[in-house]
C-alpha cells in the first residue's frame, strides 16, 4: 500500500505532523477532499513515551513568554519562521480545542489536570478521529528515495512506500523512552549534514567529593561556567535560580540551563569550570561588610552557627571548611582575612565539571540536522518531500516548556505543508 505521508516516530512532533497534515484533507470546500492516508511508524511498543515523562509527569507543554531568543541553533532564522506560523498562543488553542484547559504557572503551561498523559491521551484521540493509522513496535531503519517518493524499511524488512516523509524520530536525548538516535543515520543515509550533537538540560557532574556532604541542599544561586584554556578562563554561561546540590555536583533548573555548553566545551577537550554564588544581590565587598556587622553583633556564636538562618546548615559547614575555619571558634574571634575568605567561598564556590549527565540523562540534544538544509516549512531543500521536524533539526530550547512548543511547532509546519500539497 502506498501512503500520502509516512511519519517516523510517534513522538510530539511525530502526532502533531501526522494531525496537521491530516487536517488539510479536511477543509470545507475543496473537491479534492479525500480520506488521506497517512501512516506513523513508531519503534517503540507503545506511542509518545517521552511526553508522558515530561514535567515530571505533568507536561509542560508551552510557555507564556515565548521568544526566539529562548532557542539556539546555527540557523536561527528557521526559529522564528517557524514559530511565527504556530506560537505559543496556537499551541493553547490547539490543545483547547482538543480538551486541555491551561494552567498557567509564572508563565510555564501546565495541563489543569496536571497530567502529561492527558496531553497524550487528546493527541490519541484526534489521531484515531483523522483516520492517521499508527503502527508501533516498527523501528524504521531504511529510507530510500524512488521515483514519486520514498520506501521506508523496517528492522523486520517490511516495506512501505509514501509520496512524502516526515522524519520525526527526536534525537538522543533519554533513549529509554525511545529515540536512541536512529533518526540521525536515517538523515545521515539521506545525505543531510548535520551539526555536532551534545546532551543538555542535564545535570552537572563535579570532580570535589565535597559536594556529597551537601547532597540534597537546594538554594537560590547563580551559577557561572568557565573554559580554562592557556589564557585566563571565559565565561561560556550563567544562570541564576534554585540549584540543587547533588552527590555528583550540581542540578536544578540553573545547571539544565548552562548545561549544553558544558557539553560543548568537553565536546571540544576543553577544561571546564563552575563556579556557584550564594548570594548573587551582594557584591563581595558588600558581603564581607555585611559578615563583619553580622559577627560584631553576636561575637560569642561560634564559626558553625554564624550563618545559620541565611544557608542550610549543611552549607554552612561547607563554607566554614572551605574558608579554613575551625566550627567551634566564636566569631567575634575572626579576622578580617578570615571573614574574607568566608565571603570569597560563599560568592564564588568553585568546582571542576569533569562531565554532564550525559545522553542518558538529558532532557534534549543540542545540535542536529543543519536547518540551513531546510526550507521554512521544514522541508529539505535538495530532497523536497522530505521533512525534518522536532528535536531531531538543529533547535534546543531552554528549560520551561521550549521545547516541546519546538516540537508542536515544527510538526504543525511540516505536517501541514506536506499535507496540502497532497490534496
Ligand atoms: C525527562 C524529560 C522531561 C522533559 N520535560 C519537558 C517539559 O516539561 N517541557 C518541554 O518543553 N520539554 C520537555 N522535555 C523535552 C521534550 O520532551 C522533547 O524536546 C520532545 O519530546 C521532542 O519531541 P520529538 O517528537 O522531536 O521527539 P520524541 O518525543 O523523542 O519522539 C520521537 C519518537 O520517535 C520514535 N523513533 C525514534 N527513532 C525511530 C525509528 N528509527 N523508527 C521508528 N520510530 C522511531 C521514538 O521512539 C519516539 O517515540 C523533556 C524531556 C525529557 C527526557
Redesign the pocket.
Known sequence: MKSDIII?????????SAIAAARQFLKEGKSACRKPEILI????EK?????L????G??????RVMDTSCYHSAEPRLIGQVLGRFGYEAALDFFSDLGIYPKDRDGYIYPASNQ?AAVLDVLLMEIRRLGVKLLTG????KIRKIKDGFEVV?SGQERYTAKKVIL????R??PK???????Y??ARQLGLSMTRVVPA?TGLYAREKFFKSVSGVRADGCIHIYACGQTAPVQLAMNRGEVQLTDYGVSGIPAFQVSRYVSKAIDQKKKVSGSLDFMPDMDKSRLFLFLTERAHVRPDKTADEFLIGMFHQKLCRLFNQLAGLNGSQTVGQLNKKQLGALAEVIKNLTFQIERTGGFDN???CAGGVDGRLLSEYLEVRKIPGLYI????VDV??I?????????WS??YVAGTHAGKELV
Open positions: 517516523v516516530g510517534a513522538g510530539a512532533s511525530g502526532l502533531m511508524l513508531e519503534r517503540m506511542p509518545g513515551k517521552k511526553i515523562a515530561t514535567g515530571n505533568r507536561c509542560n507543554y508551552t510557555n502529561a516498527k523501528n524504521v531503519e523496517t520525526a524520530g527526536g534525537g536525548a533519554y523512552l525511545g529515540s536512541d538516535g536512529s533518526c543515520d536515517l538540560l538529558a532532557q534534549v521536524a522536532g528535536e531531531l534546543d530550547g528549560c520551561g516548556g521550549y521545547n516541546l512548543q519546538w516540537a515544527s510538526g
